[in-house]
């Protein structure tokens, strides 16, 4: 069949692109290394900041010595989730021996013993019901067909355990496609050093003005890994947020929530929702479910949308996926602590090892924005305020997305400002 939007032409089996990608990732190694790793010193933060990312307030859905396979961990993600979770016990799969072996020497210069590496495909894998959590970011649309990899991704879900998937988002991949079809044209069936210097010819020379034209040009500047990773990909495919649903769907899978990312808080675009002026559109918005508001978000932020990045769970989950709502409803209704602690940052090098640093910095320190600064503060200084009242006290709006915005930048694994007591 012919298929127009996606890059898939190279896509004749899940054997065949298992193998191309090996190849493409032996090749390329993605991602560059980090210039730091960090560490907190409080071991169990970062579990009680993913309890809370997905509405556990008495932090019982992940136990600190969970199980997580990360999935497809390319050159550097095992390391970071290593250290997020220390007392974790760790699985970290990819195809390409050449990003296991300078994730695995990454992982001993830090001084990790909770990651096990293993060469593997996804499409092989056989963990039935072993994991709390699996991270797969960026790597089932490379595979031939994404639900391949995805149902083993479910089938390793504990009955209560969450996926972290990332995708791409159609709107970011338009011209990435069009181009890595143009050069696999240009280039039939060439190794990928022939794709490279073809496509750095071209994106140095092409005079057209156009979108695609600016678009490379800018990625001119790119390692070589991440010129590569966005144009010469073999096999990409791309989803909005309707398909992704569908797909996960066809899987035993479902959305829970979007998860907030280093690249949605670099930018302030926190939430998956869009502040309306007219007030008649903004109270047909509001009456939307959460999957209705995060697709109109999508279409309507085009470009600007962000990776489509998620928690999900089996549909027959024993645990009720919260609502964005029912989120929101438990973050007021519960007291916080302040999370202070320190932490200790793994420096890369001029000979590319990575050693600890020689002091620990605060962690997470002061918190950038000045009305959560203020909730810090009023319930640092009142700790058996709700958090309702500590906004009633502070004249904070109560809106649902003032309070969303709210939870997502103090209690949540991006802005670990407030860890929840426990109600009695
Ligand atoms: C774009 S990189 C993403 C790496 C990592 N997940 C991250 O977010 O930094 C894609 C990685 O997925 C791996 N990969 C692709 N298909 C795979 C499969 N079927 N099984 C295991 N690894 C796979 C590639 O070898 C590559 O290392």
Redesign the pocket.
């Known amino acids: 069949m012919l298929d127009d939007e996606r890059n898939v032409q190279l896509a004749s089996s899940t054997a065949r692109v ?1 193998e191309i ?2 190849a493409f ?1 032996g090749r390329f190694q ?2 560059q290394p980090p210039l730091a790793f960090d560490a907190p010193a409080n071991a169990s933060l970062e579990t009680l900041m993913l309890n809370q990312n997905l509405g556990a307030w008495d932090h019982s859905l992940f136990p600190e010595h969970s199980r997580i396979w ?8 095992a390391v970071f989730v290593g250290l997020r979770f220390p007392s974790a016990s760790i699985l970290a ?4 021996a050449q ?1 296991l072996e300078t994730s695995s020497r990454t992982a001993y210069e830090v001084g990790l013993k909770n990651v096990e590496f293993r060469q ?4 092989h894998a056989d963990y039935p019901k072993e994991f709390d959590l699996v991270i ?4 089932i649309h ?2 031939a067909d994404p639900a391949v ?1 995805l149902k083993q991704l479910a089938e390793a879900l504990k009955p209560r355990g969450t996926l972290e998937l ?1 995708v791409y988002n159609r709107y970011h991949r338009i011209l990435t496609t069009a181009f890595q079809k143009a050069i696999r044209r240009l280039c039939r069936g060439a190794s990928f050093d022939d794709e490279l210097r073809t496509a750095r010819k071209l994106a140095a020379t092409l005079r057209l003005e156009n979108l695609l034209t600016q678009f490379v040009r800018q990625q001119a500047g790119l390692s070589e890994a991440e010129f590569a ?1 966005n144009l010469l990909q073999p096999v990409e495919h791309s989803y909005t947020v309707e398909s992704l649903a569908a797909l996960l769907d066809s899987c035993g899978l479902t959305l829970i929530t979007p998860c907030l990312t280093q690249w949605s808080k670099a930018s302030q675009n926190v939430s998956w929702s869009i502040d309306f002026e007219d007030t008649e559109i903004a109270a047909r918005y509001d009456s939307l479910s959460d999957l209705e508001r995060w697709e109109l978000y999508n279409h309507l932020m085009a470009e600007r949308a962000q990776l489509l990045w998620f928690y999900a769970s089996r549909k027959e989950s024993c645990r009720k996926a919260p609502s964005e709502r029912e989120l929101c409803e438990g973050f007021l209704s519960h007291r916080f602590a302040p999370a202070a602690t320190q932490k200790r940052v793994y420096l890369r090098g001029p000979d590319g090892k990575y050693a600890p640093s020689p002091r620990s910095f605060e962690y997470p320190g002061v918190h950038p924005d000045v009305v959560c600064r203020r909730i810090v503060e009023a319930i640092t200084r009142e700790p058996r305020m709700l958090m309702d009242e500590a906004l009633k006290s502070t004249g904070i709006s109560r809106g649902f997305a003032t309070v969303n915005s709210l939870r997502l930048r103090l209690t949540t694994s991006r802005y670990p400002f407030l860890i929840s007591v426990p109600n009695a």
């Open positions: 298992d990608n090996q990732y993605f991602p990360v999935a497809g961990c390319g050159t550097n993600q799969t990819d195809l390409s990003s593997q495909s996804i499409n797969c970011t960026g790597v490379h595979n990899p990332m990773d």
